[in-house]
């Protein structure tokens, strides 16, 4: 765990990271808190009601909703890295998911429904950058159309009531780059600042009295009756109950617990250009296609970002290792532990053509930019500016599925979110409150 000052100066940050430098300002680490004397840290307190791994916006949302739930709770959350959301909650679309693609019923489904609400709520009351843009997801093809009718049913569903269909004439009005046969046209979805909102949680946390200290990789857990014991390098806390929201890393924090995940992580990369500003004209808000239901990725898509910037992407490649955001030479002993997972060989085996087609895709910019004219067919390469990425981490079974839904699992004093790729940004203040309501119980029991 770092003990030194904080650099606070965000100049060095992704601009991505930026808005989550600002709340960094006021973490706390131990050797801080002690010659400050100010709040909770693991050097005065090594004894916490709740501890939550991962400040991603997943882990500051269940520590919010504990403390709004369970005043007076002791809460610290660690991270390993330097600043909270440094990894899938700042490098994302931005896009507040409507809801329209999870299968009714489905934890997706009703989590992401609330969660979008929730994000707009919070983001109103806190002037954290959003806006209802509303998306065009495009069929191009007649061969799209039932995939297309089975996400309006979804939609219908879960209850977008906006949501219509509409023909050639009216995509052209809304989106007057674009061209396809027929869309749903989705006024419920839209774009926030996820780096900001999760620099506002972690802000009203720390003012709450929560503790937030970074810098702090969990190394080891144990648990039993009386909850769990966290090692964090040579430093160690107590907690009645755990909850794991290590992203990325969630299934090996839940092996470090002594819990067999039902699933493994496995990284897919996502890669993005964005548009240069002559060209970002033909695209006024989110452009999707008509996602293959094979997979849970939405496709190459369109999105207008809070900041004006126009992003192409992302698709959806094989990370050569956990955080392997950019480069080719792989982490040898990530792939060597991915691709000796059974479900990951059986995965593979069964679509290495669109794993292969994606990977070349990704290695040409003029590749890439054919992909996308699909949807916006003035589209040239040299409209395009190699961008950012991020890894999704993505669950898959023993038997090569990747799993759809978010996953949750609970093991005696711990809890584990095992799942929760995208519409995660959008559902987290929602799974943060879902996660909040099974821990009452786990801290009087
Ligand atoms: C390319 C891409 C595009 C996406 N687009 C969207 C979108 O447009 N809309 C949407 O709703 N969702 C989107 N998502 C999904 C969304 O970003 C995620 O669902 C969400 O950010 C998950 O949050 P998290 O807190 O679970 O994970 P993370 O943000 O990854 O946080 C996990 C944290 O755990 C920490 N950690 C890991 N291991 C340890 C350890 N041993 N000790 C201490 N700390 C640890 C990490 O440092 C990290 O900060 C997208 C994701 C990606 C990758």
Known sequence: MRRGQLRLDGSECSPWLSGVAAAVVSLRFLNDATTAGNGPSLGESTRYDVCVVGAGLMGLSVATAIAGDLPGVSI???????????HQSSHNSGVVH?????????LKAELCVAGRELVYETCEANAIPYKRSGKLVIATTHSDFPALDELERRGRANGLTGMRRIGPGEIAEIEPGATGLAALHVPEAGIADYPRLAAHLANELESAGTAIVTDAAVTGISHGDSGATVDIGDERLMAKVLVNCAGLHSDMVARMAGVAPSVRIIPFRGEYYRMTEQAADLVRGLIYPVPDPRFPFLGVHFTRRIDGTVEVGPNAVLALGREHY???SPDWSELTSIVSHRGFRTLALRHWKSGVREMIDSRSRRLYARLARSLVPDLKADDLIA???????QAVDDRGNLVDDFVIETAGSTM?????????ATASIAIGRHIARQVAPMLTN
């Open 76 to 86: 610290v959350v660690v991270d390993k890295e330097a600043a909270v959301a440094a």
């Open 98 to 106: 409507s809801g329209l693609y999870y299968k009714p019923g489905s």
């Open 326 to 328: 950019r480069g080719t």
């Open 387 to 393: 961008g950012g990425s991020g890894i999704r981490a």
């Open 416 to 424: 584990h979110v095992l799942n929760a790729p995208s519409p995660g």
